[in-house]
C-alpha cells in the first residue's frame, strides 16, 4: 500500500474548498418558479457531492500506512543546484509571462513589439547555452513568430489586436 | 451508404483533403514530441478554425487526433520518450530494439500496426455510429443523465489516482462550467457580483490554460536530457507482408480490444495499450521477450492505441458523449461551431458526422504514408529545444484566445487556469476528469431539468427506464468493479495459501 504524506490530504482539502464555495454561491439564488429544480440547484448537489467526496477521501487517506522516514543519501549538490536553476527558470518564465500581458493590457507597448521582446526574453530564460548562434536564432525566432504571425493576423484575418 | 459515399466525394476537394493531409503532418509531429500532445494542439488549432467552414474545421481537428496518436511512435522507438501516454507501452519494446539496431523494423512494425488498427476500428465506427445514433434518437434526458454519470464515473476509474480524486476533479469541473448565466432561467450564479464573469468562464481560455499553459509550467521544471538517439533508414521502415500473417491474429485482437476500449466514455487510448499489451503477452508463446525488444509488444500497443481513436469516436458523434479527453474537446469545438453534439447530427447536419467518419479513414491512410517516408526527420524535430518551443506555445495561447474572443480579461483567465490546473497536476487530480466535468456540465444539468419537469419532479426513471438503468449499473461496476476483483482475489489466494498449508 502506498505510505500517506501531507500532498495526499489537497485532493480532499481542494474539494471542501470548492463544495463550500458552491453552497455559499448558491445562498441567496432566487427559488424556481416554473421548474422543479431552479438556478440554486445544481450548485447545491455539485457542492455537496463535493464535500461527500473530500470526506470519503480523507478517510480513504488516513487509512493508508504513514510513510516510513527513508534514509536517502544526500542529494547530490549538482542535482540540488539543477533543480534550484529549473525553479527560478519557471519563476522568471511567470514573471515575464505576466509582465508581457500587463504591458499589453494596460496599453504601455503595442501587441507585436511586446510579443517579440517577450518571445526573446524567455527564450533567452530557457535556454542552457547562451552562445552568439543561440542569441541570433531566438532573435529570428522572436522576429519571424511574434511580429510574422501577428500580421498575417491582422492583415489576412483581420485580427486586431491592443495598441495595434 | 449512401450518405457515406457521398461523404467520400465531398471529401475527395482540394480543401478537405488539404485541411486532413496538413491535420495529419501536424498531428503526427505535436505527437512526437514529447510533452506536447493531441489534446494541446486541437485547443490550440481552435481559435484558427473560427475562420473555417465548421465540416472542414471538424475534419481538420480529428486527423490532428488520428496523426497524434500515431506520431507518438517514433519517440518512443527512438529515443524512449513516448510522444504521446498511449506510446508508453511502445517504449518497452520499441527502444531496446531500436538499441540493437533494428530501429527501422521497430517502426516499420508499429506503423504498420497503427494503419490495421485505424483500418479495423474505422469499420466499427462507420458500422456502428449511425445505428447507435438512430437508437439514441429515443433516448429520453435520463438516459443521457446516465450516460453522463457513467463517462465522469468511467473516467474517474481509470484515470491515475484513486476514484475520489477523479471525481473531485469531475466536480470541481462541474463547479467552473455553472459559473455565469444558469442554462434554463438565465440567472446569474456563482459570479460574485463580478460583472466580468457574467459571460462564464469561456470554453477556450478553459482549455488553453488547464491543458497548455500547465503543460508548459510542467515542461520548463522537467525538461530530461534526450536519450541515445537511434536513426532508421527508409528501406528498413518499408513494412513486409510476412508481417501480416506472422502478427495477423494479434493484429486483429489488439484492434477489437482497443476500438472496444475507446468506445467506453472516457477511457483514453492509453489504456487500450496497457490492455492489450497485458493480453499478447498472456497469450504469447515468449512472454519473457515483452519488454526486451519484442515485435508481439510493439504490435500490440500501437493496433490497440490507434484503434481507441475510431472507437472513442463512437460515442462522440453517436451519442455525443466524449469517448476521451481529446474527445470531449471535439465536443467544445462542435458547440463552438454551433453544431449540436449527439444523435441528431446524423439528421441535422449529415456531412459533418459522416465527414469525421470519411476524415479518420483518409487521415489514416495520409498518417501511414507520412510515418514511412517523414518518420527520420519527424524525430529530428523532437530535439528542438524546449527553449524555443515553449515561449512560441504560450504566445499562441495568447493570440489564440485573444484573437478569438477580443478580450485581455479572457487571456488572463486563460493563465489563471493554467496556474490552477498546474495545481491540479501537483495535488494528483487528473486534469482530464476536470475537462470531462466542465464539458458535461450544460448537458448533465439541463438533462437533469428536462427529466424533473417530464417527470413531475421525481428521479424514478432513472432506475426503471432500462437503458438508464443499464448505464448506471456500466457506472457502479466502474467504480467498485475493479475493488471487488482485487478483494475476491485475495481471498482465493488466502484460501489457496490455507489449503497449501493444510
Not at chain 2, 33 to 57: E, F, R, V, W
Request: hydrophobic share 50%; net charge neutral; proline share 6%.
Amino acid at each position: 500500500m502506498d505510505g500517506k504524506s501531507i500532498k495526499d490530504a489537497l485532493p480532499a482539502l481542494l474539494g471542501l474548498v470548492f463544495g463550500i464555495a458552491l453552497i455559499a454561491g448558491a445562498w441567496n439564488l432566487p427559488p424556481s418558479r416554473f421548474e422543479p429544480m431552479g438556478p440554486a440547484g445544481m450548485p447545491r448537489i455539485v457542492g455537496i457531492a463535493l464535500i461527500v467526496l473530500a470526506a470519503l477521501e480523507t478517510i480513504r487517506v488516513a487509512r493508508l500506512q504513514p510513510t516510513k522516514p527513508i534514509e536517502t543519501p544526500d542529494e547530490p549538490l549538482q542535482d540540488t543546484r539543477v533543480t534550484a536553476r529549473k525553479g527560478l527558470g519557471l519563476i522568471v518564465f511567470v514573471v515575464l509571462t505576466f509582465g508581457y500581458l500587463a504591458i499589453v493590457s494596460l496599453g504601455w507597448l503595442s501587441f507585436i513589439p511586446a510579443s517579440v521582446l517577450f518571445l526573446f526574453s524567455t527564450g533567452l530564460v530557457l535556454t542552457k547555452t547562451r552562445s552568439a548562434k543561440t542569441l541570433l536564432l531566438l532573435a529570428v525566432v522572436a522576429l519571424v513568430i511574434g511580429a510574422g504571425s501577428s500580421r498575417v493576423l491582422q492583415d489576412v484575418l483581420l485580427v486586431r489586436f491592443p495598441g495595434a | 451508404m449512401q450518405p457515406l459515399f457521398q461523404s467520400f466525394s465531398d471529401l475527395m476537394g482540394a480543401l478537405p483533403i488539404f485541411y486532413i493531409a496538413l491535420g495529419s503532418v501536424l498531428g503526427v509531429t505535436v505527437g512526437a514530441i514529447p510533452g506536447l500532445g493531441a489534446a494541446m494542439l486541437i485547443s490550440l488549432m481552435l481559435p484558427l478554425t473560427y475562420y473555417m467552414d465548421s465540416t472542414i474545421a471538424i475534419i481538420f481537428l480529428v486527423s490532428i487526433y488520428v496523426g497524434s496518436v500515431t506520431g507518438g511512435l517514433i519517440s518512443a522507438t527512438l529515443l524512449r520518450m513516448p510522444g504521446t501516454p498511449s506510446a508508453i507501452m511502445t517504449t518497452l519494446d520499441g527502444y531496446p530494439m531500436a538499441m540493437k539496431g533494428q530501429a527501422g523494423r521497430a517502426l516499420s512494425l508499429g506503423i504498420f500496426a497503427s494503419f490495421v488498427g485505424g483500418l479495423i476500428s474505422w469499420g466499427f465506427l462507420a458500422l456502428l455510429s449511425p445505428p447507435l445514433a438512430k437508437l439514441a434518437l429515443g433516448f429520453g434526458p435520463y438516459e443521457y443523465l446516465a450516460l453522463v454519470i457513467m463517462a465522469l464515473v468511467t473516467i474517474s476509474a481509470v484515470s491515475s489516482g484513486s476514484l475520489m480524486t477523479g471525481l473531485i476533479g469531475a466536480m470541481i469541473g462541474f463547479a467552473i462550467a455553472m459559473v455565469g448565466p444558469d442554462v434554463a432561467s438565465a440567472t446569474m450564479r456563482l459570479t460574485f457580483d463580478s460583472d466580468a464573469l457574467n459571460t462564464g468562464f469561456r470554453l477556450l481560455p478553459t482549455l488553453l490554460g488547464v491543458f497548455v499553459i500547465s503543460q508548459v509550467i510542467e515542461d520548463i521544471l522537467d525538461q530530461k536530457p534526450v536519450a541515445q538517439q537511434a536513426s532508421a533508414r527508409l528501406r528498413d521502415v518499408m513494412p513486409r507482408l510476412g508481417d501480416t500473417f506472422r502478427h495477423g491474429v494479434n493484429l486483429i485482437r489488439s484492434s477489437v480490444i482497443g476500438t472496444w476500449i475507446g468506445i467506453l466514455p472516457g477511457v483514453g487510448s492509453a489504456v487500450a495499450a496497457i490492455v492489450s499489451y497485458s493480453v499478447a503477452r498472456t497469450s504469447s508463446k515468449t512472454p519473457e521477450e515483452f519488454g526486451t525488444g519484442s515485435e508481439e509488444g510493439i504490435v500490440a500497443a500501437e493496433s490497440a492505441n490507434n484503434a481507441s481513436v475510431n472507437g472513442a469516436l463512437v460515442p462522440l458523434i453517436a451519442l455525443g458523449i466524449p469517448g476521451s479527453v481529446v474527445d470531449a474537446i471535439l465536443i467544445g469545438a462542435l458547440t463552438i461551431h454551433d453544431l449540436q453534439p449527439g444523435p441528431g447530427l446524423f439528421t441535422n447536419r449529415p456531412e459533418v458526422a459522416y465527414g469525421v467518419i470519411t476524415s479518420a479513414f483518409i487521415a489514416n491512410i495520409f498518417v501511414f504514408i507520412l510515418m514511412l517516408l517523414g518518420s527520420g526527420l519527424i524525430a529530428r524535430l523532437c530535439t528542438i529545444p524546449k527553449s524555443f518551443l515553449l515561449p512560441s506555445v504560450v504566445f499562441f495561447c495568447v493570440v489564440g484566445v485573444y484573437s478569438s474572443t477580443s478580450s485581455m480579461f479572457d487571456v488572463w483567465v486563460m493563465f489563471a487556469f493554467g496556474i490552477f490546473g498546474y495545481a491540479l497536476r501537483r495535488f494528483g487530480i487528473p486534469i482530464g476528469t476536470f475537462v470531462l466535468g466542465y464539458i458535461l456540465a450544460p448537458i448533465g444539468e439541463s438533462e437533469l431539468r428536462q427529466g424533473l419537469m417530464l417527470y413531475d419532479g421525481s428521479l424514478a426513471p432513472l432506475f426503471t427506464r432500462p437503458f438508464a438503468l443499464g448505464f448506471l449499473f456500466i457506472a457502479l461496476f466502474m467504480a467498485v468493479g475493479p475493488k471487488l476483483v482485487s478483494t475476491l482475489r485475495k481471498q482465493r489466494a488466502t484460501a489457496g495459501d490455507r489449503i497449501t498449508d493444510n
